[in-house]
């Protein structure tokens, strides 16, 4: 009997058997020619983790580097390249005036921010959550909080429902989603920040839970409607400046947050009117790292709104982020509208009182 083996390609360079339509030889990492086109792969039946793994990896079909299949586990079956996850860099635009970008940044491993936006003609929801990189499982946090609370705002800007508590009500539903993902023996819980922004009617309705921040820029000035529930923020409350504070070692240690270990998820929240031309911004601190406040956003935003497109103008300040060193994920959610009057006005904030400092998270 013939040895099949005898009869199967070896690479040039040290001899192993190789595949056909094999592009590189497994046993020493030297490229080949293939002489046959790659199979059609059947779908992986795979293990439960290994799908959960390709799920969470990559959600690419099509290797970006030879064409080949990728794999449930997120590999190409060709190549072995490991396929880009679609999470490191997206975008949505479910309209004209309103669009977002997410990315990974430059030096995170994997995009831990997500964002959730919804629009029609004349009015919007913007969610952004960002995943506290210190627990377990943060990108998982930080996807499911935020679709979760754009379908509970979705539901109320369409059924008339007021704002203020829909906010609450995202708020803790995205929590409820965020418990639900996270191993019940986990002793670093799953926990995302949340900010949120609804336009309509003319105003801007707004709530935060964390330190990812709502802005409102106009053509002349603009101004950050959110507060942070940080230390940072904390400091501020008790007469240190932006600049100083922002700049601490712990800074963005957060004292609010998402998951199943927090003790409060009740947001602070406000409404602001808008009259000229301006822009939602609604963002995490991979941006706002570089420009936090809101004369120096207002300047980037300026730098970057080379037309009206909300979607190509936060790529452009995605871009300026990472130019700057990237060194957390960004995201950037854009709705094209109006600027504010000089102060916004609450609807329920919950600010610490002056001199407290509230535990660390992040």
């Known amino acids: ?149 754009r379908e509970v705002l979705v539901a109320a800007v369409t059924g008339g429902t007021p704002l203020a508590g829909a906010f609450v009500e995202a708020a803790a539903a995205a929590n409820a989603q965020v418990v639900a993902t996270t191993a019940p023996d986990s002793t670093n819980a799953a926990s ?3 900010a949120a922004a609804v336009v309509a009617d003319g105003r801007v309705h707004y709530a935060n839970l964390g330190d990812s921040r709502v802005y409102v820029i106009g053509e002349d000035a603009g101004q950050l409607l959110s507060v942070d529930d940080s230390l940072a923020q904390a400091f501020i409350e008790q007469g240190m400046t932006r600049a100083e504070a922002e700049s601490l070692p712990r800074a963005h240690a957060i004292t609010k947050w998402l998951g199943r270990d927090s003790t409060e998820i009740v947001p602070r929240v406000g409404e602001q009117d808008f009259t000229g031309p301006g822009w939602v911004v609604v963002c995490s601190d991979g941006l706002w790292n570089y420009a936090s406040s809101p004369e120096e956003l207002a300047a980037q935003l300026r730098d970057a709104a080379a037309d009206d497109d909300p979607t190509a103008v936060a790529e452009r300040l995605v871009a300026w982020a990472n130019a700057r060193g990237g060194k957390d994920n960004i995201t950037v959610a854009l709705a094209r509208v109006g600027t504010t009057a000089p102060k916004p006005h609450s609807l329920g904030d919950t600010v610490p009182a002056s001199g407290e400092e509230p535990p660390e998270h992040g």
């Open 192 to 194: 995302a920040t949340l």
């Open 1 to 149: 009997m013939t040895d099949p083996a005898a009869e199967s390609p070896r690479c040039p360079t040290c001899g192993a058997p190789v595949l056909a339509h094999a592009s590189f030889c497994e046993a020493c990492g030297q490229p080949l020619v293939p002489t046959v086109p790659p199979p059609t792969a059947e779908p992986s039946d795979g293990s439960q983790q290994t799908r959960r793994l390709g799920v969470r990896n990559s959600q690419l079909a099509t290797c970006p580097s030879c064409g080949g299949t990728i794999d449930a586990d997120g590999y190409c079956q060709t190549c072995g390249a490991k396929a880009p996850s679609a999470a490191d860099h997206y975008a949505e635009s479910p309209s004209a005036w309103v669009g977002g970008v997410c990315d990974r940044g430059r030096q995170h491993a994997r995009n831990e921010d997500a964002m959730a936006l919804w629009a029609d003609d004349s009015r919007a929801v913007l969610v952004v959550c960002d995943g506290v990189s210190t627990s377990a499982d943060s990108d998982v946090a930080a996807r499911v909080a935020a679709t979760t609370a």
